[in-house]
């Protein structure tokens, strides 16, 4: 069963944690992305990857931090640092023909 | 200004008839473009792209390019209520690839009444 899955699907931090979302996916893709979606706006690029132990900022990376240590995966860490991580997190990987982004399921990240 | 800019609904549209979601950008040198369907809750699915000026028909959607005035559209025909959800528009750059950007719009609510 070919996707992309992530974990959890739902996720409470506290303060001052860092916590970590997990993305993987079996389409054998290259590039992979993660989003941040607010409620009633569009996706926000955090960073993307176009290949294994390489990844680039996107417009909103601060406090963000990601790896790309293998293929199939892309994890990304919320730190203390960003304020406001309330949001719908999105991993995406783009088809090898470049033309189509397939995504995830999301992870909803709440501050308590 | 906003890259890709979008009304945010909510667009009410009795079924059976024909839901036209707009969608304008602001970079002339755009050339993928691209429309999103997101249920509440769940992740987008592409429903259509097209790259080049006129209309692109895939059953009941029909998608509209028009890069001399910098918009695209989306026709729904037929409008059943399965289709309630938010419409993202999505637009590329030259040479779209891994390297490149997608930059989204803040999307349409549309909502289908019986």
């Known amino acids: 069963d070919g996707g992309i899955t992530q974990s959890p699907k739902y996720l409470f931090r506290k303060e001052g944690q860092n916590v970590t979302l997990s993305c993987e996916q079996n389409?054998?893709?290259?590039?992979m992305y993660w989003y941040r979606q607010d409620p009633g706006q569009g996706l926000r690029l955090i960073y993307y990857s176009q290949i294994v132990n390489d990844f680039q900022k996107g417009d909103i990376a601060e406090g963000y931090s990601v790896s790309r240590e293998k293929k199939e995966s892309f994890p990304l860490t919320v730190t203390s640092a960003q304020k406001n991580p309330t949001a719908f997190y999105l991993c995406?990987?783009?088809?090898?023909?470049?033309?189509?982004?397939?995504f995830g399921p999301g992870t909803r990240l709440t501050v308590l | 200004q906003k890259e890709v800019e979008q009304n945010s609904g909510p667009l009410s549209v009795p079924e059976g008839a024909i839901a036209s979601l707009n969608c304008t950008y602001s970079?002339?040198?755009?050339?993928?473009f691209f429309w999103y369907r997101q249920y509440s809750g769940k992740s987008p699915e592409l429903i259509m792209s097209?790259?080049?000026?006129g209309d692109k028909e895939d059953g009941r959607f029909t998608a509209q390019l028009n890069k001399a005035s910098q918009y695209v559209s989306l026709l729904i025909r037929d409008s059943q209520p399965s289709d309630s959800a938010t419409y993202l528009c999505a637009v590329a750059g030259p040479g779209y690839s891994s390297a490149s950007k997608i930059i989204f719009g803040s999307g349409t609510r549309l909502s289908i009444r019986p």
């Open positions: 995406a990987t783009l088809s090898g023909g470049g033309d189509e982004q397939f």
């Open positions: 097209i790259y080049s000026n």
């Open positions: 970079d002339r040198v755009s050339q993928s």
């Open positions: 389409l054998n893709h290259d590039a």
